[in-house]
């Protein structure tokens, strides 16, 4: 009901309540801008072959709806930043800061070189920022170099003088190596089922034309590495490119395991050197080799970056609680979160329309249109104009809910966090949020930030009158009740 306690418990990311000015700025005017343009091209790319090829489309799939959520995400942040005021807000409150610490002596000499510490620590990172994201475009932007990239940390790790079977006569150690061999066999069977090469080569050609496509000056030095003196426009890279994909074997599962189970740091010196070997003749061998050096420079770099950041950001959030004078809006860090409030709704803004905190099932039958995103499956329209509804049905709204809104802090990373209610009840999933509160990461405002989470009523009456699944409530200590109840008055046209 409207005004319930409920709560949810999950393993969200990270939100930036607490973080200066300068990082809003900075996400505001270079990272949401880039994130939100890349999201757009990649989206764009791989739709582009998905539509001519069904078994690809199912196999980016997924990968397809994480990235428009994303885009949609990053959207919401940069519109609620910029166009919200958020980022003026935060700049506003730092400045009052500062001013506090430098009105009193004591406080001066407590928390006062912080800001600029933390300042002089981002300055450069910032101004690297469009090099850096080119970086780590061309470094995680191929699943083969990833694959190729693992092979090489497990050989670095591996003596040539032990070889590969272990100490003679040490049943344990061959038995070991069996397992680990089957593992990583388990676990790329499953990598294979979204992997599909030519997204895969399309997203890194992508990739390297983006890095091209930018001033010399901010050209990442793999870019050089990965292309070499080879020309740098479009069609040059894709000839490149898909003679790397056409050459190499680590599509397939069983050469990635002979390889990641064999190879040894002799064989990486023999990469890194160049020479030749008919074993070692993989063109993302190679070329892993060859960023190997680089990839782990950019890893220390950004460890000590955060290790600065980490080192200084204790003292400013002191400042800033002892400013406040209370208790501040807490981050998320991915460890466990749990959130409590209540159910309801809320308004965008104070003139708007009020969003009750229920929607119905009869308004996803409304909705429906025969065309994406506004398609309602045929089983579950059919339940509809039978009038299957058991006792999912609420009776304050008189049909059965689908979802409700709530006043709880989440953020990325919640999705599937079960909603409960005070007696301990699973009444919900969480699984999103209000786009208006979307940049609530950077500022926590309570007066709209709502999540919304499916109704469970919802999920079990799905799972009785459309899916069959009555065993399966029967194992939630719950009785099927379809055709056992009177059914509401719900239009279904």
Request: hydrophobic share 40%; proline share 4%; with cysteine.
């Amino acid at each position: 009901r409207e005004g319930d306690l409920v709560m949810v418990a999950g393993y969200p990311g990270r939100t930036n309540r607490l973080a200066t000015a300068d990082l809003a700025e900075f996400m505001t005017d270079s990272y949401y801008p880039y994130a939100i343009e890349r999201y757009e091209q990649r989206i764009a790319v791989v739709e582009a072959l998905a539509a001519k090829d069904e078994e690809l489309a199912i196999k980016v799939n997924r990968r397809l709806r994480g990235w428009n959520n994303g885009l949609t995400n990053n959207r919401g942040m940069l519109d609620g930043l910029s166009k919200g005021g958020l980022v003026k807000v935060k700049a506003g409150d730092q400045e009052q800061l500062r001013a506090w610490i430098a009105a009193d002596p004591a406080r001066a000499e407590q928390y006062g070189t912080v800001l600029d510490e933390l300042a002089a620590l981002d300055s450069p990172r910032f101004a690297g920022a469009t090099t850096r994201y080119a970086e780590s475009e061309i470094l995680g932007g191929s699943t083969l170099l990833s694959r190729a990239f693992s092979i090489l940390r497990a050989a670095e790790k591996r003596d040539p003088k032990k070889g590969t079977k272990g100490k003679k006569g040490k049943k344990g150690n061959k038995d070991g190596a069996s397992a680990k061999r089957e593992a990583l066999r388990g676990s790329l069977k499953t990598s294979q089922r979204t992997f599909a090469p030519t997204a895969d080569a399309a997203l890194f050609t992508l990739a390297l034309k983006r890095a091209a496509a930018l001033p010399a000056e901010r050209q990442p030095e793999v870019l050089s590495i990965v292309l070499g003196d080879g020309a740098r426009d479009d069609a040059s890279i894709d000839a490149l490119v898909r003679g790397w994909y056409k050459d190499s074997r680590l599509s397939e599962v069983e050469a990635v395991v002979e390889l990641q189970t064999s190879l040894d740091s002799d064989d990486v010196a023999k990469l890194k050197s160049g020479a030749k070997s008919k074993k070692l003749r993989d063109p993302f061998l190679k070329l892993a080799a060859a960023l190997l050096d680089t990839r782990s420079a950019a890893n220390e770099r950004d460890e000590v970056y955060r290790a600065a950041r980490a080192a200084l950001t204790p003292v400013y959030v002191e400042a800033l609680r002892a400013y406040k004078g209370a208790t501040l809006a807490p981050d998320a860090n991915s460890t466990l979160r749990v959130t409590y409030g209540t159910v309801r709704g809320y308004r965008p803004t104070p003139e708007a329309a009020l969003y009750t905190p229920f929607t119905k099932l009869s308004e996803v039958v409304d909705k429906h249109t025969g065309e994406a995103p506004f398609v309602v499956p045929e089983p579950v329209l059919e339940a509809v104009k039978r009038g299957e509804y058991g006792d999912y049905v609420d009776e304050a709204i008189g049909e059965v809910p689908v979802d409700f809104l709530a006043d709880l802090d989440i953020t990325g990373g919640n999705s599937g966090s079960a909603c409960i209610n005070a007696a301990g009840e699973i009444v919900g999933l969480a699984f999103d949020g209000n786009y208006e509160a979307m940049a609530s990461d950077w500022i926590f405002m309570p007066e709209i930030t709502r999540s919304i989470q499916v109704d469970f009523r919802y999920v079990m009456w799905l799972m009785d009158a459309v899916d069959g699944a009555e065993h399966l409530l029967r194992e939630m200590s719950v009785e099927p009740s379809v055709g056992e109840s009177p059914a509401p008055a719900v239009a279904a046209e």
